[in-house]
């Protein structure tokens, strides 16, 4: 079967084509799975309160700490260079304690069992910009956590950093904007997009043309893994954050019903 998936909105491993039987490297055993999302939003920024203070208010409601033996490793590839890579997990901090770890110009990702990460660019004085339901924002990092704990996430992406003026001013230049007005999905695109300033995380920032020169590797073990291919950085970046929301574990189980079903 081809990669015919130009008009696919992805959902579940279920219902995306399976094609190249030979997957990514010449030991892989497992197929390449094309993926597309076409007219998407992801929803990951849209699962925190708009209003702030409602955690606050919230406090009582108890959330799963972050699991690090449930996150998926994975690398992204665009045609042989790879432009991303997470191996295993990186320690996360209390936002306390991310403060005093913080410069000016730095990525940081929230994260929480079941959730999608929430990044962020720290601009200075214990300040961050971010993009949170709609519309981006300034606020104090120690707000934007909600609880969670962070992690300082510069190196993830392998592109050459900007320097950090114009990273903070990239961020502070933005905020405000909302709505019809935004050129990301979400915050993870916003806060690449600041510290890298390649339009490949901005919607519609890449022409589809039908081939997909992203691809996805996700990491199960040293011996397993899988390959997802992509249009567009913007689409490989929906799905990595997808898979982080739900856990290594449900993607395996996800990935294996799919392939069991096609066999």
């Given amino acids: 079967m081809g990669n015919q998936v130009e008009k696919l909105t992805h959902l579940n491993y279920a219902e995306v084509p399976t ?15 094309g993926v ?3 007219f ?16 606050q208010a919230m406090s009582n409601h108890e959330e799963k700490p972050f699991d ?18 997470r191996r295993s997990a990186a320690a ?3 936002a306390e304690s991310l403060l005093n770890k913080c410069r000016p110009g730095d990525l940081l990702e929230f994260v929480a069992t079941g959730q999608y990460p929430h990044w962020a660019v720290y601009v200075g004085d214990f300040q961050v910009v971010h993009l949170q339901r709609a519309e981006i924002k300034n606020n ?9 704990t962070g992690r300082i996430v510069n190196s993830l992406y392998r592109y050459r ?14 905020v405000g904007s909302r709505d019809r007005e935004l050129s990301w999905r979400n915050s993870e695109c916003f806060a690449a997009w600041c510290r890298f300033g390649k339009r ?26 899988h390959v997802l291919e992509f249009q567009s950085l913007e689409d490989v970046i929906m799905e990595k954050r997808r898979n982080d929301q739900i856990g290594k574990v449900a993607v395996m189980e996800e990935l294996a019903n799919h392939l069991n079903a096609t066999h």
């Fill in 92 to 94: 996360t901090h209390s």
């Fill in 140 to 148: 104090f990092l120690t707000d934007v956590s909600q609880g969670k």
């Fill in 40 to 55: 998407s939003n992801d929803d990951g920024d849209d699962e925190q309160d708009d209003n702030l203070d409602h955690f």
């Fill in 161 to 174: 950093a900007l320097p950090t003026e114009v990273i903070v001013r990239n961020a502070l230049d933005h």
């Fill in 200 to 225: 490949e995380f901005k919607i519609g920032g890449e022409i589809r043309i039908g081939k997909q020169p992203y691809r996805l590797k996700l990491l199960f073990s040293e011996k397993n893994s």
């Fill in 36 to 38: 597309s999302y076409i």
């Fill in 68 to 85: 690090p033996q449930d996150e998926l490793e994975c690398a992204i590839h665009y045609r042989e260079e790879c432009v991303y890579e």
């Fill in 19 to 33: 094609s190249d039987p030979n997957g990514f490297d010449r030991e892989d055993d497992g197929p390449r799975i």
